[in-house]
């Protein structure tokens, strides 16, 4: 069972910055694959960004050189450095455990409750 938390969503301006966290509970975290994903209003989840127990990350094209996902195996935590953010980044941000790596939401077994990122224009 892995419980996570969200952290560091907010209002910035286009071209801002925002960190997020997600602080995880359960001790096979440092095993999972960990994702962010993304809803904005009237559209579906969609990935973000993912990473594995070693490292290896994935980006989705829109968010790739702007987007960093990290993660400390020994804080049990998960974060998405996100920089130059647009309007169109806006959305509620999930974090996100699978078993396996994958951009697909149905692939990852627990979530966190969502934190809004709104960027202004």
């Known amino acids: 069972q892995v419980q996570l938390v969200e952290s560091g969503g907010g209002l910035v301006q286009a071209g801002g910055s925002l960190r997020l966290s997600c602080a995880a509970s359960?001790?096979?975290?440092?095993?999972?694959?960990m994702g962010w994903f993304r809803q904005a209003p009237g559209k579906e989840r969609a990935f973000v960004a993912s990473?594995?127990?070693?490292?290896?990350?994935y980006y989705t094209i829109s968010v790739k050189g702007r987007f960093t996902i990290s993660r400390d195996n020994a804080k049990n935590t998960v974060a998405l450095q996100m920089n130059s953010l647009r309007p169109e980044d806006t959305a509620v941000y999930y974090c996100?455990?699978?078993?396996?790596?994958?951009?697909?939401?149905?692939?990852?077994?627990?979530w966190g409750q969502g934190t809004q990122v709104t960027v202004s224009s």
């Open positions: 996100a455990a699978a078993r396996r790596v994958s951009t697909v939401d149905t692939a990852y077994d627990y």
């Open positions: 359960g001790r096979t975290f440092s095993r999972n694959y």
């Open positions: 990473i594995g127990w070693n490292g290896g990350v």
